[in-house]
Each structure stands twice: as structure tokens, then as C-alpha cells.
């Protein structure tokens, strides 16, 4: 019973929640895309993970700004600004698509090629890059919505 009672009043936990949603969706997003650039497009996969990433990473922004890392107090959510976040976002992003190429490859090396397990295990280790990092950029807004440990 307490632990149930620790979850459902753990800020933490349901940002946890939401981020995977928001970011279940944007990987639809990048996934499709992706794989009609490789499949129909004949794009080496390197190339075509920087334009899916960029896609999927655009839809992200505002999924995270508005639902993952919102804030019910206004005034909280006012002590960053939009611009500030799109800059952290966009900065998070540039890091993402500049490394998942290296870490693609990587993984398709470790796979023997298998373009899909390739791909999902480098969204698992991009997926842990960016949590904390996006954490950090929005999460620490509010720490009444959003407390840290």
C-alpha cells in the first residue's frame, strides 16, 4: 500500500510517464520516417537517421514543452521562458542527431546489420541522453509539479 501511495504522489514517476508517451509518439514520427527513407528512398541509414531525428525530435519540442514537463502554476512555469527552452531543446537536439549516426552504426555493427534491432537499440540509449537532459532543461521549472530526489 505504500508504495502504490509513494507512486501516485511522485512527481518524478508521472513525468516519467509522460516523457515515454510524448516520446513514444515522436519515435513513430522518427521511425516512419526513417524507415521510408532507407526502404523507398534508398537513403544509406546514417543519413537517414539525421533527417527522422530532426522530424521526430521537431513534434517532440512542443509534446515536451506542453504535456511532459508541464507545470498547472503559471508563475513557476514563467521563471524559463519559451525561448529559453526551444534554445535548450534545440541544443539537446543538435546533440542527439549529431550522435545517433555514430551510435546507429554502432549498433548495427553489434546487431550484424539488422537494420531493425539496430535502430530500437539506438533509440533506448538516446531515449536515457535525453530524459536527463531534458530533465534538467524543463524539469527543474517547478519543484512543487516536479520534485527532484
Known sequence: ??????????????TFVRYIGVGGASFLVDFA???ALVRLGGFNPALAQVFSRTVGAASGFLGHKYFSFAHSDPAVAQKRSSTFQMIGYLGVTVFGITVSPFVIELMLWLCGGRLLIGKLCTEVVMVCINFVAMRAL??????KANPLP
Open 33 to 35: 520516417c526513417f524507415m
Open 1 to 14: 500500500m505504500k508504495l502504490m501511495s509513494l507512486v501516485r504522489n511522485n512527481g518524478i514517476f508521472w
Open 138 to 143: 524543463f524539469g527543474h521549472v517547478g519543484k
